[in-house]
């Protein structure tokens, strides 16, 4: 996890585009105004200020998840579409067929794929969304191909050494640049 974690990062910082700089700009500069408006605002009320700086803080937190997935689907969106999912009979193992299709209006160059194995849930419950926090097994992989848009990729993830015997499903999540 750890690892995903990592590659995820890296990638992400090593394929910056303008928008994404600007962003950053943008977020750093309004969370220095908050907190300087906090201190300015500490000498007639420090109540106010209390809060400001509350709310500087969920602003760190938060907006740096929100810009990104907003800056996502506008500039980057995607399909991805889980063609089969099959356990081998013979063998230990599974294999995950998907597709990709690029809706962005620029072509990706790299992307990094996402693949959880989850026990399958016989409805989109409470249950089924514990799965998804806790799969059986995750992999990740990069793609470094160029996609044109409105083209679609076709690509395979394989999971060795998988013994869980029930019912399984697949999900998948793509960041591409």
């Known amino acids: 996890m750890a690892e995903s974690i990592k590659i995820s990062f890296l990638t992400y910082f090593k394929n910056l585009g303008l928008y994404d700089y600007l962003r950053l700009a943008w977020f750093s500069i309004t969370f220095l105004v908050l907190i300087i408006l906090a201190i300015v605002v500490a000498k ?3 109540s106010f200020s209390l809060l400001l700086i509350v709310l500087s803080l969920i602003f760190f937190i938060a907006a740096p998840f929100a810009l990104k997935y907003k800056l996502n689907t506008l500039l980057r969106p995607y399909t991805i579409e889980i063609q089969t999912v099959k356990k081998l009979t013979f063998s230990d193992a599974v294999i995950v067929e998907a597709t990709l299709l690029n809706n962005a209006a620029k072509p ?6 996402q693949t959880k194995i989850i026990k399958k849930s016989s409805s989109a419950s409470l249950k089924s969304f514990l799965n998804t926090l806790k799969p059986l097994a995750n992999q990740s992989i990069v793609v470094q191909s160029i996609i044109p848009p409105g083209e679609t ?5 394989d999971f060795n050494g998988f013994l869980y015997s029930g019912e399984i499903d697949a999900t998948m999540q793509a960041e591409c640049y």
């Not at 990706?108 to 794929?113: E, G, N, P």
């Not at 990729?153 to 993830?157: H, P, Q």
């Open 44 to 46: 007639r009320s420090s």
């Open 153 to 157: 990729l076709e690509f395979k993830t």
């Open 108 to 113: 990706f160059r790299i992307c990094l794929i």
